[in-house]
């Protein structure tokens, strides 16, 4: 299967900054990426569908203009939480390939 | 519009034993269905997956599900549990028409030896 990455795997940061959230496909040349959120003990959420070259597709309820989703080439996806709030702490996954997916290792975020 | 329901939280088997994870499904189209295990501080995994054909589906780590269209089911089955499944299971489920996942609550799996 296709092999994912994130960077970074933890970030914490001070409410009101950004932060940015890399997904590599590095053996899958994606299309497509999905991002999701994935809260204690609770299920994935979709939040997005990435589209190469192309504007993200964002799922109901989820900010588009805090959750700021590019997808340059075919094998980078970065996810930008702008101004960060405490409640925007999670663990954010992505994912390729619109069958079976693979999984990036995540990205803890802790906003403080 | 899609849904996927796992009932149980938590499943509990002794080392050696068969183990079932349930899952049930709804979706407009003909379903698509998966199941991916998560291990503590780990990435999912998919471990398998199915589209169309044979109703028992082998995977990874010697896991099966079997597709029941009758009664919606996608339930996980092992013959005989390891220690090491013990772990967070997902069942996910797309139709034929588009590419949105849907994810199940999850069921954790405790294995006791």
């Known amino acids: 299967g296709a092999v994912v990455s994130q960077h970074p795997s933890w970030v914490i940061c001070k409410s009101g900054t950004s932060v940015k959230i890399e997904c590599r496909s590095l053996?899958?040349?994606?299309?497509?990426m999905f991002w999701y959120r994935q809260f204690p003990k609770q299920s994935l959420m979709l939040m997005a569908t990435?589209?190469?070259?192309?504007?993200?597709?964002?799922e109901q309820g989820v900010e588009k203009d805090k959750f700021l989703i590019n997808h340059a080439s075919l094998t980078l996806s970065t996810l930008t939480v702008t101004s960060a709030h405490p409640e925007d702490s999670s663990f954010y996954i992505c994912?390729?390939?619109?069958?079976?997916?693979?999984f990036g290792p995540g990205t803890r975020l802790t906003v403080t | 519009a899609q849904s996927v329901a796992q009932p149980e939280d938590q499943v509990n088997v002794a080392e050696g034993n068969p183990l079932t994870v349930k899952c049930t499904y709804s979706?407009?189209?003909?379903?698509?269905l998966f199941w991916y295990v998560q291990y503590p501080n780990r990435g999912l995994q998919f471990l398998l997956k199915?589209?169309?054909?044979?109703?028992l589906v082998k995977g990874s780590y010697g896991f099966e599900a079997e597709f029941n269209k009758s009664q919606t089911s996608f339930h996980l089955k092992k013959p005989s549990a390891l220690v090491s499944d013990s772990a967070l299971y997902f069942c996910?489920?797309?139709?034929?028409?588009?590419?949105?996942?849907?994810f199940g609550a999850g069921t954790r799996l405790f294995v006791k030896a």
């Open positions: 994912s390729v390939n619109p069958y079976e997916q693979y």
């Open positions: 053996d899958f040349q994606a299309t497509t």
């Open positions: 990435s589209n190469e070259g192309s504007k993200a597709t964002y």
């Open positions: 979706v407009s189209g003909n379903p698509y």
């Open positions: 199915y589209i169309t054909g044979d109703n």
């Open positions: 996910a489920v797309r139709d034929d028409r588009g590419f949105k996942t849907i």
